[in-house]
């Protein structure tokens, strides 16, 4: 490690942010109102555990009102802590904006290790900490609604909002009040896989602006692409394979908790992952060279790298090393501003947290309108426009009896017309048509701007542009 002292998440968000104001023309004071984390709620509380009290601390940030509610994941870590929260929660006030989701900025965390514990004790201890935020309106559909993050996943969120329900017994729109939950509790087609999808939208947009790839000294499509992923929990399993199966990427590293696996012709993802499920890591897994110093992979040759675990991994004391020429920020502030700053220097493109995780939040989106409209996406026009459809293969059909059956459709374009789009297919439209507008967003001022040399500087300009706006329409 470098003996240069890195600045925290905290700090490297605030010098970001920073950087960008000074390139903006804010009023000082609303520069200030934007920048500070309006409040943070800790609560200390005992849960009776294997026959003792256990205490707990736990955290919600509400960094941004100029939207209501404010929207951000839950997370249980170790290394939660309030400083960790308040810049998870000013990185979503400016991930909203960017991606246009209707949201102030959020977080919340509990310093637990979830794999202390087993189900039921989970159960009691996410209840509780729910309990203490629903009571003062920290969980609330239309002033503060959670998200899973790391550690927390559908079934976390199911129990918070059956909490919720629980203590608002007559709140008809008590689904709301957190997203992420399971499909059967309220949730929507595709939320799990938001995030990773999130990604592998958001590189075929890269891919698809010849001057960031230009920047990046990147040719050609993502068929064939090396890529290095490090967390294979649930944004890096998703983006890894999407990317493997959809767009033809080779996985060649996955690095998690227990060190990384390394296969210069591809690692097979699913089996991966089946293989953590089981053993609880990589280790021992065939078919594969095992590192124990799993963050050392982080510097081997591949063409995009996708920190997908934790914060400040790419840091001064690796940031010179790390020979990938894209890399896609999955995970919430990987990259220290020290970090940053070295690879800015080498060239590196980065595709910053910003806007690379915001497939959750943009799908959690959708999730909060369904709840809020009590009906599942597609329900009405699906058969309306299967039938409108039908109506122009059937004219068709017959026009080419009329002329000798000279031409016919192929059936599987005719299978693939006539099917109207459910859920599924409809959270992924918008979840694509989000990821590309923001990046084109971005794209613009990055291309277009010779004072702003790289996406994640795009990224804040566009977004704190968007939140300034909003506080002065509010008449701040
Ligand atoms: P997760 O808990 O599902 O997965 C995290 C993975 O990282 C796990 O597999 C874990 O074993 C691995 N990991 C832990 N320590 C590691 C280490 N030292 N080296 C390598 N791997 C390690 O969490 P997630 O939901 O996938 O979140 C990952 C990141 O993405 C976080 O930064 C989170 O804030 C961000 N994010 C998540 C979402 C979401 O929808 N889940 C949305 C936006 C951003």
């Known amino acids: ?84 929260v308040e810049a998870l929660a000013a990185l979503m006030t400016y991930k909203c904006a960017l991606v246009e ?82 499909l059967n509790a309220g949730g929507i087609s595709g939320r799990v896989e938001a995030t990773g999808r999130g990604v592998q939208y958001a590189l075929r947009e890269f891919f698809r602006d010849s001057e960031g790839m230009k920047k990046a000294g990147l040719t050609g499509k993502l068929d064939g692409k090396r890529v290095i992923v490090q967390g294979l929990g649930n944004v890096g399993y998703h983006a890894a394979k999407f990317l493997a199966e959809e767009d033809g990427c080779v996985i060649s590293g996955i690095i998690e908790h227990d060190g990384a696996l390394f296969n210069n012709d591809g690692l097979d993802v699913e089996a991966v992952r089946a293989w953590i499920v089981k053993h609880g890591g990589v280790s021992g897994f065939p078919d594969a060279t095992h590192t124990a110093e799993g963050a050392a992979v982080l510097e081997e040759d591949c063409e995009i790298l996708i920190p997908a675990a934790l914060e400040g991994v790419i840091n001064l004391g690796n940031a010179a090393r790390i020979k990938a020429p894209l890399i896609i920020e999955a995970a919430n502030g990987p990259i220290t501003a020290g970090g940053d700053e070295v690879l800015r220097k080498k060239g590196t493109v980065i595709i910053p947290d910003m806007y690379a995780n915001a497939g959750g939040v943009t799908v959690s989106y959708f999730e909060w309108v369904k709840n809020l409209s009590h009906i599942r996406f597609g329900r009405m026009q699906r058969r309306q426009e299967e039938s409108r459809h039908e109506l122009v293969i059937n004219e068709l059909e017959s026009l080419s009896a009329s002329m000798g059956d000279k031409w016919s459709m192929s059936p599987d374009f005719k299978a693939k017309y006539l099917r109207g789009a459910d859920e599924l297919e409809l959270v992924r439209s918008g979840l694509d048509d989000t990821m590309r507008i923001a990046y084109q967003s971005m794209a613009a001022v990055w291309h277009e701007r010779d004072d702003v040399e790289d996406l994640r500087m795009a990224a804040y300009l566009v977004a704190i542009g968007k939140v300034a706006a909003s506080y002065r329409a509010k008449g701040l």
Not at 17 to 34: C, H, Q, S, T, Y
Not at 123 to 131: G, K, P, Q, W
Not at 148 to 173: C, K
Request: glycine share 8%.
């Open 1 to 84: 490690m470098s003996a240069v002292k890195e600045p925290s998440f905290r700090e490297s968000v605030d010098l970001m942010f920073n950087r960008a104001v000074a390139m903006m023309d804010l009023p000082p004071g609303l520069e200030e109102k934007i920048r500070v984390c309006n409040a943070t709620y800790t609560v200390r509380f005992g849960v009776r555990l294997r026959g003792q009290i256990q205490t707990f601390t736990g955290y919600r940030a509400v960094h941004s009102e100029h939207m209501e509610p404010v929207k951000g994941g839950i997370r249980f870590a170790m290394g939660v802590n309030q400083d960790e």
């Open 101 to 182: 989701a209707p949201f102030g900025g959020s977080k919340g965390g509990l310093r637990i290790d979830p794999r202390q514990y087993d189900e039921h004790e989970m159960e009691l201890i996410t209840r509780r900490f729910a309990y203490e935020l629903i009571k003062r309106d920290l969980i609330h559909p239309s002033q503060n609604v959670p998200a899973p993050d790391m550690g927390t996943g559908e079934r976390e969120m199911a129990w918070i909002a059956d909490q919720y329900a629980r203590m608002n017994t007559t709140e008809i729109n008590a689904k709301a009040c957190v997203t992420g939950k399971p």
